[in-house]
Antibody, heavy 121, light 106 residues
Framework: QLQLQESGPGLVKPSETLSLTCTVS??????????WGWIRQPPGKGLEWIGS???????YYNPSLKSRVTISVDTSKNQFSLKLSSVTAADTAVYYC?????????????WGQGTMVTVSS | EIVLTQSPGTLSLSPGERATLSCRAS???????LAWYQQKPGQAPRLLIY???SRATGIPDRFSGSGSGTDFTLTISRLEPEDFAVYYC???????FGQGTKVEIK
């Protein structure tokens, strides 16, 4: 069964770039049926969609974060990645990667467990 | 950008009671594109409902979704102890989420 796993540093300094990778196992990232996304959740707060990518590399981002976000895909490794630049304490959150089904469900149907990222000096 | 507003913020109910959660969109949303998620503390969200009214795989039939246009509802017919959690709606177009409704034990 398909699984997603986030990985990356748990601590990032202010003004630096946050980098996370999501590894997809049990299935191929190169499917026309799915987009792959990043969602975050600050402590005690709600969910915020960051952006999504198709296996071809096509991306779209949350307008509020677009200037700082880059999402990329590596189909050879079955991975996709997030880079968020110029981070501040407001970027401290649990970061989730998830699969978005595009043909019937049109929702994030499989999620990673999430990884906590703290922005602090 | 479509904004989703959920109400109430918190719902205090007892096991066995019926829960009715609302999600209102700032402009019309296709029913095909409205989803509901459940999140328990320390866990990732889980997809409950897609297409406004279709249950995801493995979701019990006490969960149901309805609505169209700008008003959508998630109903839990009889609350089980494991249903106390936070619930989010989401629309596909801009992938935005509502702010969540917490269902807590009264």
């Amino acid at each position: 069964q398909l699984q997603l796993q986030e990985s990356g540093p748990g601590l990032v300094k202010p003004s630096e770039t946050l980098s996370l990778t999501c590894t997809v196992s049990g299935g191929s990232i190169s499917s026309s049926s799915y987009y792959w996304g990043w969602i975050r959740q600050p402590p005690g707060k709600g969910l915020e969609w960051i952006g999504s990518i198709y296996y071809s590399g096509s991306t779209y981002y949350n307008p509020s974060l677009k200037s700082r976000v880059t999402i990329s895909v590596d189909t050879s490794k079955n991975q996709f990645s997030l880079k968020l630049s110029s981070v501040t304490a407001a970027d401290t959150a649990v970061y989730y990667c998830a699969r978005r089904e595009q043909q019937l469900v049109y929702a994030f149907d499989i999620w990673g467990q999430g990884t906590m990222v703290t922005v602090s000096s | 950008e479509i904004v989703l507003t959920q109400s109430p913020g918190t719902l205090s109910l007892s096991p066995g009671e019926r829960a009715t959660l609302s999600c209102r969109a700032s402009q019309s949303v296709s029913s095909s594109y409205l989803a509901w998620y459940q999140q328990k503390p320390g866990q990732a969200p889980r997809l409950l409902i897609y297409g406004a009214s279709s249950r995801a795989t493995g979701i019990p039939d006490r969960f149901s979704g309805s609505g169209s246009g700008t008003d959508f509802t998630l109903t839990i017919s009889r609350l089980e102890p494991e249903d106390f959690a936070v619930y989010y709606c989401q629309q596909y177009g801009s992938s935005s989420f509502g702010q969540g409704t917490k269902v807590e034990i009264k």
